[in-house]
């Protein structure tokens, strides 16, 4: 699987952004995705994933209630809607997929097979 995250930029606090990630190679179906995000000087942390069926989410407690993670099977997509914004949401964010992590390992950075090449997000105040 290939992913090609997009959608990153420059916003206020406050403002919201849509991240996309488009998958090519395979279907999305039957498949995991995910994102992380790393700050600069800090390391890599989990933001959002779904199960590998679609019907389970799981959330970072930073992104619980603000961010949310969708996807589009036919366009073979993931979507990260993020809405209020603020500095320490400032990161450079991967897109991740793997079609046989199982639930309790989605948070671990270490269990994910395919990564995107990232896309920045800064957040100014």
């Known amino acids: 699987v290939q992913l090609q995250a997009s959608g990153g930029g420059v916003v206020q606090a406050g403002e919201s952004l849509r991240l996309s990630c488009a998958a090519s190679?395979?279907?999305?179906?039957?498949?995991?995705t995910g994102w992380f995000r790393q700050a600069l000087g800090k390391e890599r942390e989990f933001v959002a994933a779904t199960t590998r069926t679609g019907g389970g989410t799981v959330y970072s407690n930073s992104a619980k209630g603000r961010f949310t993670i969708s996807r589009d099977i036919a366009k073979n997509t993931v979507y990260l809607q993020m809405n209020s914004l603020n500095p320490g949401d400032t990161a450079v964010y991967y897109c991740?997929?793997?079609?046989?992590?199982?639930?309790?390992?989605?948070?671990?950075?270490?269990?994910?097979?395919?990564w995107g090449q990232g896309t920045l997000v800064t957040v100014s105040s």
């Open positions: 991740v997929a793997d079609a046989s992590i199982i639930s309790s390992s989605l948070s671990n950075q270490m269990q994910w097979h395919y």
């Open positions: 190679g395979r279907t999305l179906r039957g498949v995991a």
